[in-house]
Nanobody
Framework: QVQLVESGGGLVQPGGSLRLSCAAS????????MNWYRQAPGKRRELVAS???????SYADSVKGRFTISRDNAKNTVSLQMNSLKLEDTAVYYC???????????WGQGTQVTVSS
């Protein structure tokens, strides 16, 4: 069992920045693909950004050029730097860890990001 704990959410004005972090309780962090999802009220959960165990990054079109995902295998953490935030980025952001071999899937509890003027 892997526990994921997100931090860094909050209230920010449009155009501002936030950095989310997710700490994983596993010694095998490096073998997990790590993802950030978000879910806005009344909407489905959507994939925002991914970083594979091989350090390959991908982003949803809506956040390309504004968000950057990174990982630190020595600290068992994954981060999401969010710049130029928009009102529509308001959502609960969830950290997700996926291990391909055994198809193991873990979720954090979520952190609220609110973009408002």
């Amino acid at each position: 069992q892997v526990q994921l704990v997100e931090s860094g959410g909050g209230l920010v004005q449009p155009g501002g920045s936030l950095r989310l972090s997710c700490a994983a309780s596993t010694s095998f962090f490096s073998i997990y693909d790590m993802n950030w999802y978000r879910q806005a009220p009344g909407k489905r959960r959507e994939l925002v950004a991914s970083i594979t165990r091989d350090d390959i990054r991908s982003y949803a079109d809506s956040v390309k050029g504004r968000f950057t995902i990174s990982r630190d295998n020595a600290k068992n953490t994954v981060s999401l730097q969010m710049n130029s935030l928009k009102l529509e980025d308001t959502a609960v952001y969830y950290c997700n860890a996926y291990q391909r071999t055994n198809r193991l899937n873990y979720w954090g509890q979520g952190t609220q990001v609110t973009v408002s003027s």
